[in-house]
Each structure stands twice: as C-alpha cells, then as structure tokens.
Nanobody, 118 residues
Framework: QVRLVESGGGLVQPGGSLRLSCAASRIIFNLYRMAWYRQAPGKQRDMVAH???????HYADSVQARFTISRDNAKNTVYLQMISLRPEDTAVYYC????????????WGQGTQVTVSS
C-alpha cells in the first residue's frame, strides 16, 4: 500500500535547525502535490508549506523565511528544512500527498515529533 514515512524530528534548542524528510512509496510521486502540516497539543492541524508538482512553493506566514520545502522526484522524497526554530514550532509534523488531478486521492504519513526547548 501507499506509504509516507517521515524522519528527522527530534529535540532542538531555540534558534536551532532540523531537516525533516518524507519518503513516499507506491505512488507516482511527481504527480502529487506534497505538503507538510503540523499539529501542536490541543490545536488543529495546520498547513506549514506545500510544493506543487512543478516546484512552486507556498508557506504559512508563521514560517516564511525560516522554513524551506523542497522535493527530489528521483528519490520520491520531500524535505522541510527548518532554521531559527522557536518553541512555538513544537508539534507533530505530518507529510501529506495530494494527487494533482484528483484531490480526493490523498495520503498522510504517521508524523514525526519536533520539540523546540532549552
């Protein structure tokens, strides 16, 4: 079945950096818009960044200029480079894939925890 597997989360001090990865299997990766969402305890899941099939990116205001989303179609992987991390970035980060022609065809990863704390 389709799998999205996130990795790269962990504990980091404020001001630090992390790079998340999401490896996809059993999908035609270059046909999917890829996105990162996050969910903090007691809050809704919010979009962090997304990247289209042709590489156009969009970011939530709260992460603009600090986070960078990218994709490697040859590796079926999407990345989220995060710098200048803040305690309010603490959340479970989820990878999402949405088919570019059929949006009802979409998948989620299991999530990876990012904790920003001193």
């Amino acid at each position: 079945q389709v799998r999205l597997v996130e990795s790269g989360g962990g504990l980091v001090q404020p001001g630090g950096s992390l790079r998340l990865s999401c490896a996809a299997s059993r999908i035609i990766f270059n046909l999917y818009r890829m996105a990162w969402y996050r969910q903090a305890p007691g809050k809704q899941r919010d979009m962090v960044a997304h990247i289209s099939t042709d590489g156009v990116t969009h970011y939530a205001d709260s992460v603009q200029a600090r986070f960078t989303i990218s994709r490697d179609n040859a590796k079926n992987t999407v990345y989220l480079q995060m710098i200048s991390l803040r305690p309010e970035d603490t959340a479970v980060y989820y990878c999402n894939a949405v088919h570019s022609q059929w949006p009802n065809v979409n998948y989620w990863g299991q999530g990876t925890q990012v904790t920003v704390s001193s």
